[in-house]
Every structure is written in structure tokens, then in C-alpha cells.
């Protein structure tokens, strides 16, 4: 979504939405912005006169509110929308990313580095489409999965995992291999400005919340000056979690960079063998492990600098 139309999507994650119910929330308010918009000309700037035009246009719309009944959103939140209260600017800004734990922090600062690779790598504007970003996070942790490092295994009931890598579980859509919380961390990202995401093309590739249009994802000028930053520190890992972890990055950038979306899905399924696995079953669970702020230099740094960003 572009970047004035966050707070769209960001209210439809508020309200509780998910998956497809908010896909097609997102697909009416959208229908209704741009018919709004064209009667109402243009903001200065995307600020209070605009959350109180989308409050008062959009969201007390008659069909977004039928849309939310009929999706059984409870009625405190409905009447929010009825009566044009939705906390915009709380929802668009969502959590500032030093609201995290040290844990997330590093998923985070990985996933923008995923990013700043891939671009580089690909000599592309974007990563070309939610769908194949949500795969390289997928084949970066299979790699990690599969690559005997020495580092400490952790065995659970999820199953044998190297503790290192993102902390996302990865079950199976329609897609291939998908992680909600994964795209919950790129929409914090979006939220805090580090990452953009623009529709570089009108079909869509099949991905959660990607039906009807194909995203681009490429880091923000903030994203850029924030791993310019500590990009020496992403390139001498001490810790051998972190070293292994960009090591298989790197990996599955390498593998997914010259693929097509078929290409790419036929390669995770040759991978992961998923094809016969039923759709909802976990594909991959999540690193097992947590960093310590106070045992690992590494990995206070990136605090420090995120303190000071």
C-alpha cells in the first residue's frame, strides 16, 4: 500500500482484521478513498486534516460499517467507525520500534538488511513482491535449519531448530510458506518509516494481502541512514548466532535472486516438500533462543545505536 494509504490498512489491523477479512476491508476503504478523494482535492500534508477527512469520509462509511458487522468485529469498535473516533494517528504510527524487546529489535534490523541486499544484489528498486519476501525470510531460516553450524540446538515440541534466525513460525497457505508475524514486523517497519512498499504492478501474485496488486518493498532514506549507521557491525558478527544467521541471508538471496514466482515456489517445495502437507500445518517453527543484552557486545550495540537513532 502507498505510503498515504497506511493508515487505511492500519485501522483494519486495529479493528482486529486479518488475513482475508482484511484484505477485503482493505479492497472496499480503498474503493471508498479514491472515490473521496476525487471530490476533495488534495492535503497539505497527511496530518490531522487528513485522519479527520478518513474518520469522517471513509471509515463512518455505511458499507465499511455493514463490512465490520458482517465480520463480527465486536460493537465497541464498530461504533468507533460509526461515529468517526478511530484513533488514526495511533494506528498509522503503530509501536515505535524501541517499544521492543532487544529480541525483536535484531529481527527487525535483519529484515532491513534482507532488504538492502536483495536490492543490491538484484540491481532492482525493490524487493519485487510481498510474496517473494516472505520466501526469502522462509529460506533463510530452512538454511539455517539445515546447516550444521555447531551452534547450540534446541529441541522443543515444535522440533529440531538451530537457535538462531527469525523468531517467525512459518505455516502453509495457498502461497507456500507464510508467517503472520513476520508481516506484522515489515508493517512496523512501514509504520516507524524505514521501509516503503508502492504497487509496482496491477495483478497480484497470490500472497496474503498481495490479490489484487503486486508490492514493492525497498528501504526508506531513514532505512538507508539507519543501516548506514552500524553496517560495520552487520559485517563483523562476533556471535556465531548472528554470523550463521547472515550467512544463510545471504544464502537464500543468492538462490531466490534469478527465480521467477513460479521458479521460486517450485524450489521451496522441492526444499521444504510441502506440496503434500496440508494447508494451516506449521512448516518451519521460530528460533528458540534469545539474545542477552548484557552477555552479548554484538548485540548491544545494535541497541545502543537504535537508542540513539
Same mark, same amino acid.
Given at each position: 500500500m502507498v505510503n498515504e494509504w497506511a493508515a487505511l490498512e492500519r485501522a483494519g489491523e486495529w479493528a482486529g482484521l486479518e488475513g482475508t477479512a482484511l484484505d477485503e476491508y482493505v479492497v472496499l476503504v480503498a474503493d471508498i478513498y479514491n472515490a473521496e478523494m476525487a471530490n476533495y482535492g488534495e492535503f497539505e500534508n497527511y496530518g490531522e486534516e487528513y485522519y479527520q477527512f478518513l474518520n469522517n469520509r471513509v471509515f463512518a462509511n455505511d458499507r465499511v460499517i455493514d463490512l465490520l458487522r458482517s465480520m463480527d468485529v465486536d460493537d465497541e469498535t464498530v461504533q468507533t467507525f460509526q461515529a468517526g473516533r478511530v484513533p488514526v494517528a495511533e494506528t498509522y504510527r503503530t509501536e515505535r520500534m524501541l517499544d521492543h524487546g532487544l529480541d525483536e529489535l535484531v529481527d527487525l534490523i535483519m529484515m532491513l538488511k534482507l532488504v538492502e541486499r536483495y536490492t543490491?544484489?538484484?540491481?532492482?528498486?525493490?524487493?519485487?513482491?510481498?510474496? #517473494?519476501?516472505?520466501?526469502?525470510?522462509?529460506?533463510? @531460516? !530452512?538454511? !539455517?535449519?539445515?546447516?550444521?553450524?555447531?551452534?547450540?540446538?534446541?529441541?522443543?515440541?515444535?522440533?529440531?531448530?538451530?537457535?538462531?534466525?527469525?523468531?517467525?513460525?512459518?505455516?502453509?497457505?495457498?502461497?507456500?510458506?507464510?508467517?503472520?508475524?513476520?508481516?506484522?514486523?515489515k508493517d512496523r517497519l512501514y509504520a516507524n518509516g524505514l521501509i516503503e512498499e508502492d504497487v509496482i504492478a496491477d495483478e497480484g501474485t497470490g500472497e496474503v494481502a498481495e490479490h489484487e496488486h503486486t508490492y514493492g518493498i525497498k528501504l526508506s532514506l531513514n532505512g538507508?541512514?539507519? !543501516?548506514?549507521?552500524?553496517?560495520?557491525? !552487520?559485517?563483523?558478527?562476533?556471535?556465531?548466532?548472528?554470523?550463521?544467521? @547472515?550467512?544463510?541471508?545471504? @544464502?537464500?538471496?543468492?538462490?531466490?535472486?534469478? #527465480?521467477?514466482?513460479?521458479?521460486?515456489?517450485?524450489?521451496?517445495?522441492?526444499?521444504?516438500?510441502?506440496?503434500?502437507?496440508?494447508?494451516?500445518?506449521?512448516?518451519?517453527?521460530?528460533?528458540?533462543?534469545?539474545?542477552?543484552?548484557?552477555?552479548?557486545?554484538?548485540?548491544?550495540?545494535?541497541?545502543?545505536?537504535?537508542? @540513539?537513532?
Amino acid at each position: 500500500m502507498v505510503n498515504e494509504w497506511a493508515a487505511l490498512e492500519r485501522a483494519g489491523e486495529w479493528a482486529g482484521l486479518e488475513g482475508t477479512a482484511l484484505d477485503e476491508y482493505v479492497v472496499l476503504v480503498a474503493d471508498i478513498y479514491n472515490a473521496e478523494m476525487a471530490n476533495y482535492g488534495e492535503f497539505e500534508n497527511y496530518g490531522e486534516e487528513y485522519y479527520q477527512f478518513l474518520n469522517n469520509r471513509v471509515f463512518a462509511n455505511d458499507r465499511v460499517i455493514d463490512l465490520l458487522r458482517s465480520m463480527d468485529v465486536d460493537d465497541e469498535t464498530v461504533q468507533t467507525f460509526q461515529a468517526g473516533r478511530v484513533p488514526v494517528a495511533e494506528t498509522y504510527r503503530t509501536e515505535r520500534m524501541l517499544d521492543h524487546g532487544l529480541d525483536e529489535l535484531v529481527d527487525l534490523i535483519m529484515m532491513l538488511k534482507l532488504v538492502e541486499r536483495y536490492t543490491t544484489v538484484a540491481n532492482q528498486e525493490y524487493v519485487q513482491s510481498r510474496y #517473494r519476501f516472505q520466501k526469502l525470510l522462509f529460506a533463510t @531460516n !530452512l538454511d !539455517l535449519k539445515e546447516t550444521q553450524t555447531g551452534s547450540i540446538v534446541d529441541e522443543s515440541e515444535l522440533g529440531l531448530l538451530e537457535t538462531t534466525g527469525y523468531r517467525y513460525s512459518f505455516t502453509k497457505r495457498r502461497s507456500g510458506p507464510f508467517s503472520k508475524d513476520a508481516y506484522t514486523d515489515k508493517d512496523r517497519l512501514y509504520a516507524n518509516g524505514l521501509i516503503e512498499e508502492d504497487v509496482i504492478a496491477d495483478e497480484g501474485t497470490g500472497e496474503v494481502a498481495e490479490h489484487e496488486h503486486t508490492y514493492g518493498i525497498k528501504l526508506s532514506l531513514n532505512g538507508e541512514l539507519l !543501516l548506514n549507521r552500524f553496517s560495520d557491525l !552487520l559485517k563483523n558478527f562476533s556471535s556465531d548466532i548472528l554470523f550463521y544467521w @547472515n550467512e544463510s541471508q545471504e @544464502n537464500a538471496i543468492e538462490a531466490l535472486v534469478d #527465480r521467477t514466482r513460479d521458479e521460486i515456489g517450485e524450489y521451496i517445495d522441492e526444499r521444504a516438500d510441502i506440496e503434500d502437507r496440508e494447508t494451516g500445518a506449521t512448516l518451519l517453527p521460530p528460533r528458540q533462543a534469545r539474545f542477552e543484552d548484557s552477555e552479548d557486545e554484538g548485540v548491544g550495540g545494535i541497541a545502543e545505536v537504535m537508542t @540513539n537513532a
